[in-house]
């Protein structure tokens, strides 16, 4: 974090990226990425794997606390934050089963902010009549 000692606020560097599959990203220094750029947070969407097939090297990134949450169907969307910041309660839940089967909400809450890392592949019209 970048400290504004003028304004007495700190600066969050945040990143969110649509990685195509956590593995694809592994095989191209994901790792050294984050950390060359010196990200507080970074969002993944599309992480595309399974919790607990997600291999130790990125669940565990020295410095940062890692959130997962992945679709019902395997191979499938999914999202991921990965964090300097501690949250004090995550989540992901939308509260509509159709959206929640498919891992695209994971929300952490900070002392000062709530995240919200969203995956949406999809675009809709929604017409309403106000009678």
């Known amino acids: 974090m970048i400290q504004n000692n003028k304004q007495k606020t700190e ?5 969110s990226w649509n990685v195509n599959g ?17 990200f507080d947070i970074v969002c993944l969407q ?3 794997i399974q ?4 291999p130790d090297e990125l669940r ?3 410095g940062y ?11 499938y969307s999914g999202t991921a934050v990965y964090s ?11 509260g509509q089963s159709c959206f929640d089967d498919e891992g695209r909400l994971l929300w ?12 949406n592949s999809f675009i809709f019209i929604l017409s309403v009549k106000i009678i």
């Not at 300097?84 to 939308?94: D, E, L, R, T």
């Open 11 to 15: 600066i969050i560097k945040i990143a």
């Open 22 to 38: 956590l593995g694809a990203i592994n095989k191209k220094s994901f790792k050294d990425f984050i950390r060359q750029n010196d």
């Open 46 to 48: 599309e992480i595309k």
């Open 51 to 54: 919790e607990e097939k997600i």
């Open 60 to 62: 565990d990134i020295e």
């Open 65 to 75: 606390s890692s959130y997962f949450y992945s679709a019902a169907r395997p191979g």
């Open 84 to 94: 300097k910041i501690k949250a004090i309660q995550s989540g992901n839940s939308f």
């Open 108 to 119: 952490l809450d900070f002392k000062d902010f709530i995240l919200f890392n969203t995956y």
